[in-house]
T-cell receptor, first 113, second 114 residues
């Protein structure tokens, strides 16, 4: 069963805590992405990675960090420095040969209490 | 700065009717224009996409019309069905190395009534 998995589906966090969202893909895709979605807004790019051990900031990277130690995995850490972390977080991936096409995972809804 | 403007914000169409969603972009460096469909609580799914050297692309009931000079593109859903009720996002893509950066519109919530 090929695809992108994100866990957990729902996540609750207290203010001041860091939290890590998981994203795994078995599509053998080189590129991976993290987006944030807020009500009434489109998706906004947080970070992306073209290859293992390399990643670049997107449009709203402040308060977030990522790592890419394995091709299949691209975890996102929401740090306490992120001022408004409550949102729906989406991970995506894309292949080198069809770099324009991104496939999305099911998302993680993060709520800060 | 919103680089992709999408309208309308919401749309109600009767079953069998035509749904039309419009988008406009500013950056001429964009070279790929996908549309995504998203159901509540799910991730977006790629619906159809077009490159700027083509004026129209059709896949089943879904058609993209593209006007390069006006920097506008639109999604037409023919014979709209209740199962089409979802939020639709247009996007514009710019290649960066072996990845791409997508800029999304703000979405259109489509409701198809019986």
């Amino acid at each position: 069963d090929g695809g992108i998995t994100q866990s957990p589906k729902y996540l609750f966090r207290k203010e001041g805590q860091n939290v890590t969202l998981s994203c795994e893909q078995n599509l053998n895709h080189d590129a991976m992405y993290w987006y944030r979605q807020d009500p009434g807004q489109g998706l906004r790019l947080i970070y992306y990675s073209q290859i293992v051990n390399d990643f670049q900031k997107g449009d709203i990277a402040e308060g977030y960090s990522v790592s890419r130690e394995k091709k299949e995995s691209f975890p996102l850490t929401v740090t306490s420095a992120q001022k408004n972390p409550t949102a729906f977080y989406l991970c995506a991936s894309g292949s080198r040969g069809r770099a324009d096409t991104q496939y999305f995972g099911p998302g993680t809804r993060l709520t800060v209490l | 700065q919103q680089q992709v403007k999408q309208s309308p914000q919401s749309l109600i169409v009767q079953k069998g009717g035509i749904s039309i969603i419009n988008c406009a972009y500013e950056n001429t460096a964009f070279d790929y224009f996908p549309w995504y469909q998203q159901f509540p609580g799910k991730g977006p799914a790629l619906l159809i996409a077009i490159r700027p050297d083509v004026s129209e692309k059709k896949e089943g009931r879904f058609t993209i019309s593209f006007n390069k000079s006006a920097k506008q593109f639109s999604l037409h859903i023919m014979d709209s069905q209740p199962g089409d009720s979802a939020t639709y996002f247009c996007a514009a893509s710019k290649r960066t190395g072996t990845a791409s950066k997508l800029t999304f519109g703000t979405g259109t919530r489509l409701q198809v009534t019986l």
